[in-house]
């Protein structure tokens, strides 16, 4: 176990600037998720930490030890790939045994460690089988188990789940971070699905051509995103935004360029930021139906999807859409109108798409 | 099925069987005369129907020295496919991963390039070295023959192996030449078999730099055909029965090993 420190590295390809200058501290023995839109660096970085991909400058630290060019076999970090990289010719035993044969262990400490790993992962009844008659799921677990007999310093995962059905990525979720719980490793874990992220990390990285928008736990980043695009990439269905700008004078409120106004309780920040040009950002879940006309804004109903646990309601608003979730269950049909008012929302500035203000109504 | 289905079926069939026989006719051809007589070969109207002699197989196998032009040819293309396989699986590995393009390109160019103008070099490079007649100068000009058709073929089948696999043992604490040589050349069976098999045909059929390079000695099996060409008169059926003798063991090669071949082949082709 060991922590792992990047230290303003940067990576470019040719001229192309892959990694602009990241750096992020992690701690021994957390989850860590690296989460953001494709190209945006994320698979780089972890190739980085496993010495897969060369360092344009910057410090990469595994404990205290610069590995910057150390070869990926000198580095101690144990790897789970997106397409699982099982050695076809060997058998689940032989995938797991591989690495330890490498350095020499003796037999009986291999199939000690293997065995306990297969049973971790319930995998006891597959060792003598080959990769391609595992299925999905079951080559996961081999992936991983290649990874835990190893017991190294850091484990890094690059979107491990994605060539999975939706159904195996939730119990494999729960099951990564189990394993976690159980083993305590640093693990550095790669991710374009923010509901992977939010679900397992301790804490999150999320990226976005090559920089850091922002590192936090789970509900931090959900709470207080930093900017647009954090608040936008964290949380399903994404945060509702509009441009416009506040105003003040005989009505207190956010008037949407589309025209729609939507009616703020009065607040001290409001005076300082009317007239800039701003993103409002609601979430879903806080958006209600209005208990008069004139306590929120109209909006045209244009699909309502119930889960049971949920209504989702999609809505339009002069022409932006908008997605409502009610817990609670509303008679709402579409082509209804509504009137609906934020509980709470976030402002953001216009140009920058800094976070200025949260309010809580 | 059909009416017109199975009229469709006849007519695929008909046609199969022509565009065949179209193919086939020069080997067939071969074939029967090597089991006819000199006066049936060149009788006219050709003979269809002849009482068959095996008395060509006997000159082939009797009087001329077969088995000793078998075996050179083997120890030929042997050596000339395994030290081909020894410099050309790690130069088609690392064309392959290191994305050398116009290496390659420039190792096609020698399979390209006629033969013949690597004939003048390698006489005079045999000649002034005391090559002539050995086995070492036949083996290296038979190498530049099976070498392309080795680093073609096998880095087209090194890229459709994932990159992650070696990766994956790299991090494991294999160096990329241990990961090359315990992960990716085992997984290679197919590929590996049909480069063996083609450059081993080529080199097997190849005549001119034998031709030039070898004499008594180390003579192969396509010069040895010429055994039967004399300056009075040409032995058909003695040089029939050795064309068929030498084709043999390329046709049952090919036979056996045809489901790697086209696999090989094709590998790299269906990914983008």
Redesign the interface.
């Known amino acids: 176990m060991a922590s792992v420190d990047i230290v303003n590295v940067k990576k470019s390809f040719d001229r192309a600037e892959i990694l602009r200058g990241v750096s992020i501290h992690i701690q021994d023995g957390e989850f860590v998720v690296l989460v953001g839109p494709s190209g945006c660096g994320k698979s780089t970085l972890l190739r980085m930490i496993a010495g897969l991909e060369t360092i344009s400058s910057g410090e990469i630290k595994i404990g205290d030890q610069l590995v910057n060019d150390f070869t990926p076999r000198d580095r101690d970090v144990a790897m789970v790939f997106q397409n699982y990289a099982l050695y076809p010719h060997m058998t689940v035993a032989g995938n797991m045994a591989f690495s330890l044969k490498l350095r020499g262990i003796d037999r009986a400490e291999i199939d000690r460690r293997v065995a306990r790993a297969a049973e971790i992962l319930g995998l006891t009844a597959l060792l003598d089988r080959r990769p391609r008659h595992l299925s999905g799921g079951q080559r996961q677990r081999v992936a991983m188990g290649r990874a835990i007999v190893r017991d190294p310093r850091v484990f890094l995962f690059d979107e491990p789940l994605s060539n999975l059905d939706a159904k195996l990525r939730v119990a494999m979720r729960s099951e990564i971070k189990d394993l976690h719980q159980r083993l305590k490793t640093t693990m550095v874990y790669v991710t374009h699905d923010q509901i992977e992220a939010m679900t397992m990390a301790d804490r999150i990285v999320v990226m976005r051509d090559g920089r850091v928008e922002q590192t936090g736990e789970p509900l931090e980043l959900y709470d207080t995103p930093a900017n647009l695009f954090v608040a936008g990439f964290i949380g399903s269905p994404a945060m509702n935004f509009l441009k416009g700008t506040i105003e003040v004078a005989d009505r207190t409120g956010f008037v949407a360029d589309t025209g729609t106004f939507v009616p703020l309780p009065p607040s001290p920040t409001h005076g300082e930021l009317a007239g800039r040009p701003l993103v409002l950002g609601i979430r879903p879940e806080h958006l209600r139906i209005a208990d008069g006309a004139a306590g929120g804004f109209e909006v045209g109903v244009k699909i309502v999807e119930p889960t049971g646990s949920e209504t989702q309601v999609t809505a339009t608003a002069n022409g932006a859409d908008l997605i409502a979730l009610f817990r609670e269950r509303h008679t709402v049909r579409q082509g209804d109108q509504l009137h609906l008012t934020p509980t709470h929302f976030h402002l953001f500035d216009g140009q920058n798409g800094a976070r200025l203000a949260s309010v809580s109504i | 099925m059909n009416k017109n289905n199975r009229l469709q079926n006849a007519l695929f069939y008909v046609v199969v069987v022509f565009i065949s026989l179209v193919v086939l006719f020069p080997f067939l051809w071969m074939l029967s005369s090597s089991f006819k007589t000199q006066t049936d070969i060149i009788a006219w109207p050709p003979k269809l129907i002849f009482s068959p002699t095996l008395q060509n197989y006997a000159k082939v196998f009797g009087e001329q020295d077969f088995l000793k032009y078998f075996i050179n040819s083997t120890v030929v293309g042997g050596l000339a496919v395994g030290l081909s396989l020894v410099i050309g699986l790690p130069a088609a590995y690392a064309i392959s991963r290191f994305t050398q393009r116009r290496l390659a390109l420039f190792i096609l160019l020698a399979r390209l390039m006629p033969g013949i103008s690597f004939l003048m070099p390698w006489y005079i490079i045999a000649s002034r070295l005391d090559l002539m007649d050995t086995y070492v100068a036949l083996v290296l000009s038979h190498m530049l023959i099976a070498l392309p058709i080795v680093v073609w073929i096998m880095s087209a089948y090194f890229n459709s192996i994932?990159v992650?696999?070696e990766?994956?043992?790299?991090?494991?604490?294999?160096?990329r030449q241990?990961a090359f040589w315990?992960?990716i050349l085992?997984?290679s069976g197919p590929g590996i078999i049909t480069a063996v098999t083609l450059s081993f045909i080529f080199s097997w059929n190849n005549f001119m730099f034998s031709q030039v390079l070898s004499m008594e000695k180390t003579k192969t099996l396509p010069i040895a055909v010429y055994n039967f060409v004399s300056y009075a008169e040409v032995d058909w059926g003695g040089v029939m029965a050795a064309a068929v003798a030498i084709m043999a063991p390329a046709i049952i090669l090919t036979m056996i090993f045809q489901k790697f071949v086209v696999k090989g082949l094709t590998m790299g082709a269906v990914k983008g």
């Open positions: 994932p992650e696999l990766e994956s043992a790299m991090v494991d604490g294999a160096t241990y315990a992960i085992p997984m």
